[in-house]
């Protein structure tokens, strides 16, 4: 059967700069259809399709893996490749270490962190905010939380570029990632003789998984995947709200005067810029949406960046409404794949967005 709609969509690289006329024009014109980038995808652009694919991981498994293409991993990535039950054992071992209650324990470290950088930054008139600011903040403070020497995060900010340009440059991207697992490996191995610390590494070292060990390669597994999520998607969410706030500066007045509204505006900024536009499913069985075929073993794409503009979910939904109050979003994915440092995640770009703004006069974008 000839797989209908068939549209040439793209969710990375140069489709970034129109992605969100795109979605537009498919959600009116082709919610569900068939792309045939990447050995050939279904989408789903409207947000009902979206969630309700994100619930049913019976019909839609995250295996062999949720990236699209993939980013170096030749197994499958855990926790969040792995459906349930194995999925939920594998969560189970880091999630008292991203708890509401934990987070606030770690927020010291984050709000001192943010300042620091905020004022070394800051001692230029014009300065890059992704690479002076937006990015280090979450690297030093994961690679705290994780267990790397805080003075290897340069190395961390090279590789990410590296592993997230696979588009432009494959087989640069995965040197990158042969580097990065190499590095882990050695990670491991010297914890090994180490006296424990209770970070994430020395939870994953003495982990558990119905009652054996966690395996060598599960571990390696797992160290990579808080590598690639645990790095640039914070990262993205404090760049895209100072561009934001740059480019907008009665929003920018707006959270100085009360900064109160600064976790809300986060949220919305997570909704319209969402650092994750899209994850990969593949279907179970046979299914029929929209009036299309999808066919057991066909690879889905749920477009969480078209789903968080939906017109039909959201009132102007293309707009960013710092004070939205309605904003439940797809930036962390919901339903039992949802991204485990959410909570982290979230109270680092409020700190961040929080010290920068009352460190700074009201700024503005310079012309590139």
């Known amino acids: 059967m000839t797989k209908q709609p068939v549209r040439d969509f793209d969710f990375h690289g140069e489709a970034l700069d129109n992605i969100f006329e795109t979605y537009r024009d498919l959600r009116s014109e082709c919610p569900v259809g068939w792309s045939e980038r990447y050995g050939g995808f279904w989408f789903f652009t409207k947000h009902e399709d979206v969630f309700n694919a994100e619930q049913d991981w019976q019909t839609y498994s995250v295996t062999p893996t949720m990236l699209l293409p993939d980013l170096g991993n030749v197994e499958p990535l855990i ?54 600011y937006a990015r280090p903040l979450p690297m030093i403070v994961f690679s705290s939380l994780i267990g790397y020497p805080g003075e290897d995060w340069h190395l961390f900010d090279q590789w990410i570029d590296r592993i997230f340009a696979r588009a432009e440059d494959p087989e640069d991207a995965t040197r990158a990632s042969q580097e990065v697992h190499a590095y882990l490996e050695a990670l491991v191995e010297r914890r090994r003789h180490e006296p424990e610390v209770d970070d994430i590494t020395g939870r994953l070292l003495k982990a558990e998984i119905n009652g054996r060990p966690i395996t060598h390669d599960e571990l390696m597994s797992y160290q990579y995947l808080l590598f690639i999520a645990g790095l640039e998607t914070t990262a993205w969410t404090i760049r895209a709200g100072l561009w934001h706030l740059a480019h907008n500066t009665a929003d920018q007045q707006r959270l100085r005067e009360d900064p109160e509204l600064i976790p809300a505006a986060v949220e919305e900024f997570l909704r319209t810029m969402a650092p994750v536009q899209g994850m990969a499913r593949t279907a179970l069985k046979d299914v029929e949406v929209r009036g299309c075929p999808i066919k057991k073993g066909d690879r889905v794409v749920l477009a969480f960046g078209s789903g968080n503009r939906d017109e039909d979910a959201y009132e102007d939904s293309d707009e960013i409404v710092i004070d939205r109050e309605q904003n439940r979003h797809f930036a962390f994915g919901v339903g039992v794949h949802r991204c485990l440092g959410s909570n982290l995640g979230r109270r680092e770009v409020v700190v961040a967005l929080r010290e920068f703004l009352a460190r700074t006069p009201l700024f503005e974008a310079v012309d590139p």
């Open 79 to 132: 926790p969040i490749d792995v459906d349930p039950p194995e999925h939920t054992h594998y969560r189970r071992i880091l999630l008292p270490l991203f708890t509401p209650s934990a987070v606030d324990e770690l927020t010291p470290f984050v709000v001192e962190t943010a300042r620091e950088l905020a004022d070394e930054a800051l001692k230029q008139d014009v300065v890059d905010v992704s690479h002076a």
